[in-house]
């Protein structure tokens, strides 16, 4: 072996050991502009959770007499129907009988998460919730984001690729300085453009007076600490 087959071999085998020890999520979003079909399409490759399978499951269309929903910190209330959606066993929803679609990578936040009473929902239950109830990308970004900050949000800083067979969203969300709501803004994706999230928060300019933006209590929060997400 010359010394750069020899040096080439090591390289290899550290980025081997690199790879196999990786641990995060990197997703992808593209307009219905940038598709041959004019399909909105999006994807989630889920490195987080190691060596687990991923498994789907479908959760059914169904009626609801009950006025409470549990979920994994407490209770919200239900509505009288919600929608089917495919779910990872034990992780996040993934796409729902309307084709609103999300994907999801964990990022870096300034303000942690604490649960409690007055903080019940993580990152799994709004997927979840957002997918039963929601027909279009638009509205699974505000009823995730609206019930976050009354229900409050305790989780890691995350963002959800949210999608629907015509618009492509980037929704990023955080706990908020109290501990007891949540900081969350979306961005509507051109739709000649395709997105990238790799476990950052990419969202970095708003327009408040833009249809193309949503956003909970940011300008406030903004005042106390301008570097809310990283």
Same mark, same amino acid.
Request: hydrophobic share 40%.
């Given at each position: 072996?010359?010394?750069?087959? @020899?040096?080439?071999?090591?390289?290899?085998?550290? *980025?081997? *050991? %690199?790879?196999?020890?990786? &641990?995060?999520?990197?997703?992808?979003? #593209?307009?219905?502009? =940038?598709?041959?079909?004019?399909?909105?399409?999006?994807?989630?490759?889920?490195?987080?959770?190691?060596?687990?399978?991923?498994?789907?499951?479908? %959760?059914?269309?169904?009626?609801? $007499?009950?006025?409470?929903?549990?979920?994994?910190?407490?209770? #919200?209330?239900?509505?009288? !129907?919600?929608?089917? +959606?495919?779910?990872? @066993?034990?992780?996040?929803?993934? *796409?729902?009988?309307?084709? #609103?679609?999300?994907?999801?990578?964990?990022?870096?936040? @300034?303000?942690?998460?604490?649960?409690? &009473?007055?903080?019940?929902?993580?990152? =799994?239950? *709004?997927?979840?919730?957002?997918?039963?109830?929601?027909?279009?990308?638009?509205?699974?970004?505000?009823?995730?984001? $609206?019930?976050?900050?009354?229900?409050? +949000? +305790?989780?890691?800083?995350?963002?959800?690729? %949210?999608?629907?067979?015509?618009?492509?969203?980037?929704?990023?969300?955080?706990?908020?300085?109290?501990?007891?709501?949540?900081?969350? /803004?979306?961005?509507?994706?051109?739709?000649? !453009?395709?997105? #990238? %999230?790799?476990?950052?928060?990419?969202?970095?300019?708003?327009?408040?007076?833009?249809?193309?933006?949503? +956003? $909970?209590? /940011?300008?406030?929060?903004?005042? =106390?600490?301008?570097?809310?997400?990283?």
């Amino acid at each position: 072996f010359t010394i750069a087959k @020899i040096m080439f071999i090591i390289l290899s085998i550290i *980025l081997l *050991l %690199v790879l196999k020890t990786s &641990n995060g999520c990197t997703t992808f979003i #593209v307009g219905r502009d =940038v598709t041959v079909d004019g399909s909105v399409m999006s994807s989630h490759s889920n490195d987080g959770d190691g060596d687990t399978a991923g498994n789907l499951m479908k %959760v059914e269309e169904s009626y609801h $007499s009950e006025n409470e929903r549990r979920v994994s910190g407490g209770f #919200v209330p239900q509505i009288n !129907h919600t929608f089917g +959606y495919f779910t990872k @066993i034990g992780g996040y929803a993934s *796409l729902n009988e309307n084709q #609103v679609a999300l994907a999801e990578s964990t990022c870096s936040s @300034i303000f942690p998460g604490k649960r409690s &009473n007055a903080s019940i929902l993580n990152i =799994v239950d *709004l997927s979840a919730i957002g997918l039963e109830r929601a027909s279009t990308a638009r509205e699974a970004i505000q009823i995730m984001g $609206s019930l976050a900050e009354k229900y409050g +949000y +305790y989780d890691a800083g995350e963002s959800l690729l %949210v999608s629907d067979p015509k618009d492509a969203w980037i929704f990023h969300i955080s706990p908020d300085d109290t501990q007891e709501s949540a900081i969350w /803004v979306a961005q509507l994706v051109p739709s000649d !453009h395709i997105a #990238v %999230v790799a476990n950052m928060f990419v969202i970095r300019e708003m327009d408040l007076n833009s249809s193309d933006f949503m +956003y $909970s209590n /940011v300008r406030c929060c903004c005042f =106390v600490n301008p570097f809310f997400f990283l």
